[in-house]
């Protein structure tokens, strides 16, 4: 690659929503899409608004222009996409973002999750279509699901039967990271009390591998099977706390600290921001506060990190994490997928029967 393509150079980075209807997807893409507006602005930089419109070829999935996302906020009846081009790090990205319908009733949960494997699993399919090409197009884009924001109801005391189902089945194709929606509804009491209660749900008793969670065979890998019990007995954390004690966070480099910090934080708060009924423009609070809600009784800073994790959640998804993110998604998921299909195939070849 030349000095000039490089720089040029582009990188897809794709986010998807997921979750019960109403607990806030499409506001929180609203609320994301407006904060880089706002950097847009602050910076002075030229608008960078970019459609892409690479997830058309899945017909089902309809790809959204920025204004369409306008106006009062409707249920979400068919997924769609929304892209923007945005610079971070001084390096170029086509952010896209996958809104899905939400979960509604229980007994559609199966479905809709199968759906939404499903178009995560296509791009996988593209991915593979695309490798085993003689020539192979240069310019082909990454359209690989990277990262799955699973946003969790915040009037639930614990994560229900069917979050635990959705959770294990998104975490075996793509990288879930879990959000509480609608933050606003929660005294500070009850989301301290919340947040451990997932995570204990995530890490101890369901013992799901969201994104970042650690896993502890890796490193017992070459130790025989009674050694290992024995040590797992032992030695295994009982607690993600357990497990994050175990590190002088000072004495960690880099890497191992940003994946720290976003085990300290996981589940992330959200609260979205307001649309003034008159204006529809974002309820603006004062000169710095850009982005608000207004109760009545009082007005939040919805992006104050004192009342929500935004902050920190977009600074992990766009710049610490989005590298761990897309290797992840290569290394752990597409490889798994892609051998899962070569296994299959070699298994309806010679006849052995198939799940
Ligand atoms: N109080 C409060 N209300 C919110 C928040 N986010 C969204 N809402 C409201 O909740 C309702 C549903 O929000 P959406 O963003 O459409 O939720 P969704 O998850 O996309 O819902 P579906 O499209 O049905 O899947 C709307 O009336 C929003 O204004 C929030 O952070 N706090």
Redesign the pocket.
């Known amino acids: 690659m030349t000095p000039r393509s490089r720089k040029n150079a582009v990188s897809n980075f794709n986010v998807m929503v997921v979750?019960?209807?109403?607990?806030?997807?499409?506001?929180?893409v609203r609320t994301l899409l407006e904060t880089l507006l706002l950097e847009e602005q602050v910076e002075d930089t030229p608008s960078k608004k970019r459609r892409d419109s690479f997830m058309s070829e899945n017909s089902s999935v309809y790809v959204h222009e920025e204004q369409q996302l306008q106006g009062p906020?409707?249920?979400?009846l068919t997924p769609y996409t929304i892209s923007r081009e945005i610079e971070v790090d001084r390096e170029r990205i086509v952010l896209t973002i996958i809104?899905t319908?939400?979960f509604q009733q229980e007994y559609l949960v199966d479905k809709q999750l199968h759906d939404i494997t499903k178009y995560i699993e296509h791009q996988f399919d593209l991915t593979l279509a695309e490798e085993s090409k003689v020539k192979r197009n240069p310019k082909a884009v990454d359209t690989q699901v990277h990262c799955c924001l699973y946003?969790i109801d915040p009037k639930k005391s614990a994560l229900d039967e069917f979050d635990i189902r959705i959770l294990k089945r998104l975490s075996n194709r793509v990288n879930v990271i879990p959000i509480i929606?609608?933050?606003?509804?929660l005294t500070l009491a009850q989301r301290n009390r919340l947040k451990p209660s997932i995570i204990k749900d995530i890490y101890t008793n369901y013992k799901i591998p969201i994104y970042g969670m650690p896993d502890e065979d890796l490193d017992e890998e070459d130790d025989d099977e009674e050694e290992e019990e024995e040590k797992e007995k032992t030695k295994a954390p009982q607690s993600l706390d357990d497990f994050l004690s175990q590190f002088d966070y000072e004495k960690e480099d880099n890497d191992t600290q940003s994946v720290l910090d976003y085990l300290r934080i996981i589940p992330f708060t959200?609260?979205?921001y307001?649309d003034e009924p008159e204006t529809g423009k974002p309820i603006q609070l004062d000169n710095d506060i850009k982005l608000g809600?207004d109760f009545g009784w009082g007005s939040i800073d919805c992006l104050g990190e004192k009342y929500s994790d935004f902050v920190k959640l977009k600074h992990v998804l766009l710049s610490t994490h989005r590298r761990y993110l897309k290797l992840d998604t290569v290394e752990r998921y597409y490889e798994q997928y892609r051998t899962e299909r070569l296994m299959y195939k070699r298994a309806t070849k010679i006849g052995l029967p198939t799940q």
């Open positions: 979750g019960f209807s109403g607990v806030g997807k499409t506001s929180f906020i409707e249920k979400t809104d319908p939400g946003f929606g609608k933050a606003d509804h959200f609260i979205s307001e809600r």
